[in-house]
C-alpha cells in the first residue's frame, strides 16, 4: 500500500510550507490568475448527517410519523421545510440569500451503507464503476488538474484528517493545528459497545470518557476555520476539511447538537474571517456521504440510509431556498422502503457550482472532474 | 498466517503484522543482535565527555558552554530512545526486544538528572542486551559494575568506614545498592537472609566506584577492608575478585532462580501464572546454571504458555510499539523524527499512560497487572492517542477494515469487527482498533 508516513516536520511538505514565513507570493498568486477570484469550501460531514432532522420537511405528511419522538425543534423556512434550531444561527444568512440546501440527493453510491466507501466515493466524486478503494483521486484535485497554471498554494486541506477530496497528482497543501480532536459521541458509542463484555475496561472506560479529549464546545474547529479563512483572503481559492459527529444512532436530538453547532459556528467564523468582499465571492459545500433512515430506530436515532441533505451557504450562493425535486415520505416513494429517494446526484450540484465559479465547461466536469456524471441541468445554486 | 503464529506474535513479540512460529523467534534469539548493529544507541564513552564538560562549565560558571554541553547531552538522550524505538518497531527478532524490556524493567535505573537522560538507555544497551542470549551470571556482573546503576543505587557514595577514603572523608557506607541486589535482583524479597548479610554485601561493594571520566573503577581506597560474610559465605582478598565471586553466587542461588522464573512467567504469559509452568522454568534455569538462552526456551516452548484468556495488558510501551508497527511506522521514521516530534508522539504520551520512560518510581520497577495499567486515566490517555497519533503518523489513514486485519488477526472479536465497520471516520475506525480490549492485551 503506497501511503506517505510523515513524522510531522519530515515528510509533510504542507506543514513546513504553512510554518513557514518566507512563502514566496509568487507561487500563491498563480493560483489566483489561473482560477479568478471566486472561492471555494467544501466541509465534508463525516459520519453521515441526517438531512431529514436538520431540513426537516414538514410539510410532509408522513414526516410526523416516521420521525415520532425523534424531531428536533426547528423553524419553518419556506412553509414546507424547517431549519432544525441547532442551525438558528444561520438564519441571518438564510434571509439574506446567501444559504441554500439541496434535500434528497446523494452520490451514486447504494446499498453496503458503509462510512468509509461512502465517503471514499463522495471525495472521489466518480461513479460506482469502480471499486471505492481503487480511486486514488479526488474530484477537487482533478479541478486543479485541468486548470492551468494552478500554483500549488491554490488549494489548502486543512486540519489533522487526511482529505481525499484534494488528494492526487495536482500539487496541494495542507496544514494542521497542534491540538486534538474531541472524541465524538458516536465514537464514545463504539467505544461503549467494544468494551461492554471486558469489566476491567469497561469500568475504567466509564471514568476514562471523562478524562478524554479536551473542552466540550464547538470551538476546537477555530484553528482550522481561522486558517482556512486567512489562506482565502490571501491567494488560495479552495480550502477543504472535515467535521465528525454525525454518525447518531442513538439520542439523536442530543448527539446531533454538537455537530450542528460545529458546522453553524464554522460557518459564521469563516463568514467573519473572510470579510464582506471575500465572503461576497465564497461558496461554501457541506457535504456528507449518505443520509439516514426515514424511521426513528429503537433507541433514538437513525441508521444508514441513502438520500441525505447538502448546505450551501456564502456570498456567492442563489440561497433562501431549498433545492431539490421533493420524493415524499410515504413508503412506496423510499428507496428500498426505508431511505429517504435520491433525487439528484449530489455531484451535479457540485458541478454546475465549479461551472459558475470557474468557467469550467460541461465537456470536462462530466469527462475529467466528475467522469461518468451527466449533468441533468440542475438550477445553478450560485448567483 | 496461523492462529499460533499470531498468538506467538503477540505474546512474544510487540504484535502483528509479522506473525512467527516459536521456534523460528528462538532461533533468531540465538543468532546475533543484527537490531542493535543496525540501529545503535547511545554509549557510555560519548556521555562520559559530555558530562565532564557539563560538570568543568558549571564550575567555571560558563554559562555558554554548559548550554552547548547539555544540548549535547539531550542528543545523546534522544538518540537513545530512537535506537530504541527503532529496534523495537524495525527488528525482525522481536523476542530480543521484548526480553531487552524484561530485563531492562528486573535491573530498573531512572535518570538522576538531565545530563544523564542517555544513561538508563545506555545501561541497557551495554549491560543487558549482550546477554539476554547469554548466562544471568554475566549479565549480573556487567549490571552491578555499570555506571547508570552504580549511580541509581548510590553505590558510588558508599565508602568503608574503615577505608582510607571513609577516614579522610568522614563518610560511610550506604547500603541501597546491596539491599536491592539481594531484595530485587538476585534472590527476592521473601528469601531469607538478612539484616546483616544486606550490610556485609554493602561493604563488600564498597570498592565499586565511578570516575566521571573513565566509567566504572574499582577503588581501592574506600573498600572496606577485611572480609566480608554473605549468606554464609566468606569473601577475603582484594580487588575486584571476592565482589565477582559473591555476585557469581548470588546469580546461582536457587531461590534466584526461582524469584526470576516466576518473575518471567508473569510478564510473558499471566499476572496468576500456573505453578507447573514457573516449576518448569525454574528447573530449567536451575539444570543449565542461569543459560537465559535455554530458560527462555523452556518458557516459550511450554505446553501450558500459550494458554489463551490470561488477560496480560500491554504496557504503555508495548502499546506504542505494537501500534507503530500496525500502522507501518518505519525505524527510518522514528530516527527521522526530531526531539519535538518524539517528545509529542511517544514520550509525553507514555506518560500520560503511566510509563514515563526510564523513569519507573522506584528500583522494582513497573507493576505487572492488567489493573495496574488499564486505569481510567490510563485508559483516557490510550484512547487519546489512539484517535489523534495515528493521523500525525500516517497519510492517509489505512482502511480500518484492513487495519483491524493486519494489527489483530484473529484475536479480534465480533464487537470489535462490527463496531471498526460502523465507525463515522477512518480516525474513529483506527482508533477503535488500538483503543480495544483485544489491541491492549495480549
Redesign the interface.
Known amino acids: 500500500?503506497d501511503?506517505?508516513?510523515?513524522?510531522?516536520?519530515?515528510?509533510?511538505a504542507g506543514c513546513s510550507a504553512a510554518a513557514h514565513p518566507l512563502l514566496t507570493t509568487l507561487t500563491l498568486a498563480e493560483g489566483g490568475l489561473a482560477l479568478g477570484d471566486n472561492r471555494l469550501v467544501v466541509i465534508i460531514l463525516?459520519?453521515?448527517m441526517d438531512g431529514l432532522d436538520v431540513i426537516q420537511p414538514r410539510g410532509d405528511a408522513g414526516f410526523a410519523t416516521a420521525r415520532a419522538g425523534l424531531t428536533s425543534p426547528a423553524t419553518d423556512l419556506d412553509g414546507f421545510f424547517a431549519l432544525n434550531d441547532g442551525l438558528s444561527g444561520l438564519s441571518p444568512l438564510w434571509q439574506a440569500g446567501q444559504l441554500a440546501f439541496v434535500h434528497a440527493t446523494s452520490t451514486p453510491y447504494r446499498d453496503k451503507r458503509?462510512?468509509?466507501d461512502g465517503?471514499d466515493l463522495l471525495e472521489a466524486g466518480t461513479g460506482t464503476d469502480l471499486a471505492p478503494?481503487a480511486q486514488r483521486d479526488g474530484w477537487l484535485n482533478r479541478l486543479l488538474q485541468v486548470i492551468p497554471g494552478a500554483g500549488s498554494e491554490t488549494a489548502w486541506a486543512v486540519g489533522?484528517?487526511?482529505m481525499?477530496v484534494l488528494?492526487g497528482p495536482a500539487r496541494t497543501q495542507s496544514w494542521?493545528p497542534d491540538q486534538?480532536?474531541r472524541?465524538?459521541q458516536?465514537?464514545q458509542a463504539?467505544?461503549e459497545?467494544?468494551?461492554?463484555?471486558?469489566p476491567?475496561?469497561r469500568d475504567?472506560?466509564?471514568?476514562?470518557?471523562?478524562?478524554?479529549?479536551g473542552a466540550a464546545d464547538g470551538k476546537d474547529i477555530d484553528p482550522i476555520v481561522d486558517f482556512a479563512a486567512e489562506r482565502l483572503r490571501g491567494t488560495a481559492r479552495i480550502a477543504a476539511f472535515?467535521q465528525?459527529?454525525?454518525?447518531t444512532?442513538k439520542g439523536q436530538g442530543g448527539a446531533i447538537q454538537r455537530p450542528l453547532e460545529r458546522l453553524q459556528r464554522s460557518i459564521l467564523r469563516l463568514q467573519t474571517g473572510l470579510g464582506p468582499e471575500v465572503w461576497g465571492k465564497t461558496v461554501v459545500l457541506a457535504m456528507t456521504e449518505f443520509g439516514r433512515t426515514v424511521r426513528a430506530n429503537g433507541s433514538g436515532g437513525t441508521d444508514h440510509g441513502t438520500g441525505g441533505a447538502m448546505l450551501a451557504a456564502g456570498g456567492a450562493v442563489r440561497g433562501g431556498k431549498v433545492f431539490g425535486d421533493w420524493p415524499g415520505l410515504a413508503e412506496a416513494d423510499l428507496y428500498d422502503r426505508r431511505d429517504l429517494m435520491p433525487t439528484s446526484d449530489v455531484r451535479d450540484w457540485a458541478a454546475q457550482v465549479l461551472a459558475g465559479l470557474y468557467g469550467l465547461d460541461r465537456a470536462v466536469l462530466e469527462g475529467t472532474v466528475f467522469p461518468g456524471l451527466r449533468m441533468e441541468a440542475s438550477p445553478s445554486l450560485i448567483r | 498466517m496461523t492462529l499460533d503464529t499470531e498468538a506467538a506474535a503477540i505474546r512474544w513479540g510487540f504484535g502483528l503484522p509479522a506473525g512467527r512460529t516459536p521456534d523460528d523467534m528462538l532461533a533468531r534469539l540465538a543468532g546475533p543482535d543484527r537490531a542493535a548493529e543496525m540501529w545503535p544507541g547511545g554509549t557510555l564513552s560519548r556521555l562520559g565527555p559530555v558530562r565532564a564538560a557539563y560538570q568543568a562549565a558549571r564550575k567555571a560558571k560558563d554559562a555558554a558552554a554548559q548550554k552547548a554541553a547539555q544540548r549535547q547531552a539531550d542528543q545523546l538522550a534522544l538518540q537513545g530512545v530512537q535506537a530504541a524505538f527503532a529496534r523495537a518497531v524495525g527488528s525482525d527478532d522481536p523476542l530480543r526486544e521484548r526480553l531487552v524490556t524484561f530485563w531492562a524493567d528486573h535491573f530498573t535505573t531512572s535518570r538522576r538528572n538531565r545530563v544523564e537522560a542517555a544513561l538508563p538507555g545506555i545501561l541497557i544497551d551495554e549491560a543487558i542486551r549482550p546477554h539476554v542470549a547469554g548466562r544471568f551470571s554475566d549479565m549480573l556482573r556487567a549490571v552491578i559494575t555499570h555506571p547508570g546503576m552504580l549511580i541509581y543505587l548510590n553505590q558510588e557514595a558508599s565508602f568503608g568506614p574503615e577505608s582510607r577514603k571513609g577516614h579522610r572523608r568522614d563518610k560511610g557506607l550506604n547500603e541501597n545498592l546491596a539491599r536491592e541486589l539481594l531484595e530485587l535482583h538476585t534472590l527476592g524479597v521473601g528469601a531469607l537472609y538478612s539484616q546483616t548479610d544486606v550490610r556485609e554485601l554493602a561493604e563488600l561493594l564498597t570498592g565499586l566506584a565511578v570516575d566521571p571520566g573513565e566509567g566504572f573503577v574499582f577503588d581501592a581506597a574506600r573498600a572496606e577492608p577485611g572480609p566480608e560474610t554473605v549468606l554464609g559465605v566468606t569473601y577475603a582478598g582484594k580487588g575486584m575478585q571476592p565482589v565477582l565471586q559473591a555476585l557469581a553466587d548470588l546469580a546461582a542461588r536457587p531461590e534466584t532462580a526461582a524469584h526470576i522464573a516466576r518473575k518471567l512467567v508473569v510478564h510473558f504469559v499471566a499476572d496468576n501464572p500456573d505453578p507447573g509452568l514457573v516449576a518448569s522454568v525454574t528447573a530449567r534455569w536451575l539444570d543449565t546454571g542461569g543459560d537465559l538462552l535455554a530458560v527462555v526456551r523452556a518458557l516459550v516452548l511450554h505446553p501450558h504458555a500459550m494458554l489463551p484468556g490470561v488477560?496480560k495488558a500491554r504496557q504503555p510501551y508495548d502499546f506504542i510499539v505494537a501500534a507503530f508497527r500496525a500502522l507501518?511506522?518505519?525505524p527510518a521514521?522514528?530516527l527521522?523524527?526530531?526531539a519535538?516530534?518524539i517528545k509529542?508522539?511517544v514520550l509525553d504520551p507514555l506518560a500520560a499512560m503511566g510509563q514515563p520512560l526510564y523513569r519507573a518510581p522506584g528500583p522494582d520497577g513497573w507493576p505487572e497487572t492488567?489493573?495496574d495499567w488499564?486505569?481510567?486515566?490510563?485508559?483516557?490517555a490510550r484512547?487519546?492517542w489512539a484517535?489523534?497519533a495515528p493521523?500525525?503518523?500516517?497519510?492517509?489513514?489505512?482502511?480500518?477494515?484492513a487495519f483491524l486485519a493486519k494489527a489483530l488477526g484473529r484475536r479480534a472479536?465480533d464487537?470489535?469487527a462490527?463496531?471498526v465497520?460502523?465507525?463515522?471516520?477512518?480516525?474513529?475506525?483506527v482508533?477503535?482498533v488500538l483503543?480495544?480490549?483485544e489491541f491492549?492485551q495480549r
Open positions: 500500500m501511503r506517505r508516513v510523515f513524522l510531522k516536520g519530515l515528510g509533510l463525516r459520519g453521515a458503509s462510512h468509509f465517503q478503494m489533522r484528517e487526511a481525499p488528494a494542521a486534538d480532536l472524541l465524538t458516536a465514537a463504539l467505544l459497545h467494544v468494551y461492554h463484555d471486558d476491567l475496561f475504567a472506560a466509564s471514568a476514562a470518557f471523562d478524562l478524554a479529549g472535515s465528525s459527529g454525525w454518525d444512532h | 488477560g507501518e511506522v518505519t521514521n522514528v527521522a523524527a526530531d519535538k516530534t509529542r508522539l492488567a489493573a488499564i486505569t481510567p486515566a490510563g485508559l483516557a484512547i487519546d484517535m489523534n493521523q500525525r503518523l500516517v497519510r492517509p489513514l489505512p482502511d480500518p477494515r472479536g464487537r470489535l462490527w463496531a465497520g460502523a465507525a463515522e471516520s477512518a480516525r474513529d475506525g482508533g477503535l483503543s480495544s480490549p491492549n
